[in-house]
């Protein structure tokens, strides 16, 4: 016990941090080297890609559906990745390798700040196997080379909560501004960061005595999260003449998750798109309702969804209770899951993280925010659609957990109090 203890001692566990960091990068930057990155910017970015062509080419924030409608502006998607793709695409082509690269250095410094955080929330073992965990865990080392805004979404959710301890620790109002604005560009890179704002004021509120001054900032922090967003929703209001916060997809997915031959993901058990699994009959009769107006569209998609869930609630429950186990196991429909290197990392993280959350049970309002993150996630993705890389901006709180665990089963084996200096 005692070498371990050494390993982490406070003067050392900040250059631990650091190179823990710059291992990550090199096992990501190892991992692009090895699946190698294939395709342009349209081609392997998804609807994020086309939108981004589209900026760069000039023709602003637009979609053609691939080739379905007209190519008009779009609230299809949150604006703030494809603007970066498209700012990429016009500095330095639209091969995707840099992008890739870029994204397994983002990674490093997720990894280093997640250290950071696990040294100020619990000390320097936490911080440095919560890094380590990170660093090592498969599926963000081949992250890299998918290209969804979750990547940036990691970043900003770390940043929030490194500003967000700041201000617990300080009480200073400049880092509650900070995180504000954080939150509502975290917004603009994902729809689902929309409980950011306010699950930090909930850590906030429980980490400290409410007061005066306390409950202006937690004001402050929604209200500056709604400025940042505000442009993008009255654009959408002027371009799309309808009143869209964000982007307009959501009923398409609930539809998408909830109809007469839904599995509760967007795939069929043959790995393919759910669409090609439902009879050309049913397509047929839904794309007769749709016109090139995508709000038009999205109301469209609202009353299919409505209707299957209001008919069949019984369905819809059984899918709800699919879609929890997917989400916490593994998704039979997707064609990666099904690897022993994706759910078996995925398995022990839960369980280590089960255990940290025992053992932080009377440190509880510590990883509040997390609890009402994982929270707030499952129970939005479970009554619509699941996808495996949704629950991404549940990793860093749930290795921090996991860190948690490992340090309160390494004193029940040693039986010691201490496993390292605290930071």
Known sequence: MKGIAFLFKKEQYKFLLIAIAIAAIILRLAGILTLGVDGELEKNAFEYGHIAANIADGHGHSFDFYGRYPNAPTAWMEPLYSYLLAGYS??????????????????????????????????????????????????????????????????????????????????QRRFAVIAGILCGIAILTKVSAMSWPVALVVWIWFS?????????????????????????????????????????????????????????????????????????????????????????????????????????????????????????????????????????????????AATGIYSVRNRWRDYSFWYFIIVATTIVYCLTLVLPRYRIPLIPGLVLLAAEGLQAIFKMIFKTDTVGADG
């Open 208 to 352: 400290k005595k409410i007061s005066r001054r306390v409950i202006i900032d937690s004001v402050l922090i929604i209200a500056l999260a709604g400025l940042v967003v505000f442009p993008w929703t009255f654009r959408n209001y002027v371009v799309m003449d309808a009143l869209i916060p964000v982007r307009t997809n959501f009923w398409f997915n609930v539809w998408r998750g909830n109809n007469p031959y839904a599995t509760g993901t967007p795939r069929y058990f043959d790995k393919n798109v759910i669409e090609s699994n439902m009879p050309e009959e049913y397509i047929k009769a839904i794309r007769s309702q749709l016109t090139p107006d995508e709000t038009q569209r999205e109301k469209v998609y609202r009353q299919l969804a409505k209707e299957y869930i209001g008919e069949n609630p019984g369905q819809f429950i059984k899918l709800s209770i699919k879609r929890l186990y997917y989400f916490w196991t593994r998704d039979p429909t997707h064609p990666l899951t099904g690897s022993p290197l994706y759910w078996g990392p995925w398995c022990l993280l839960i369980i280590l």
């Open 90 to 171: 016009l500095l330095i082509g639209r091969n995707l390798l840099g992008v890739a690269v870029i994204q397994a250095i983002i990674g490093g410094v997720v990894c280093w700040l997640i250290g950071i955080i696990g040294v100020a929330l619990s000390g320097g073992f936490v911080g440095i196997t919560a890094a380590g965990l990170f660093a090592l865990y498969p599926e963000a080392i081949f992250h890299p080379q998918k290209f969804v805004p979750e990547h940036l979404l990691l970043l900003l959710m770390i940043l929030i909560v490194f500003f967000g301890v700041e201000y617990i620790k300080t009480h």
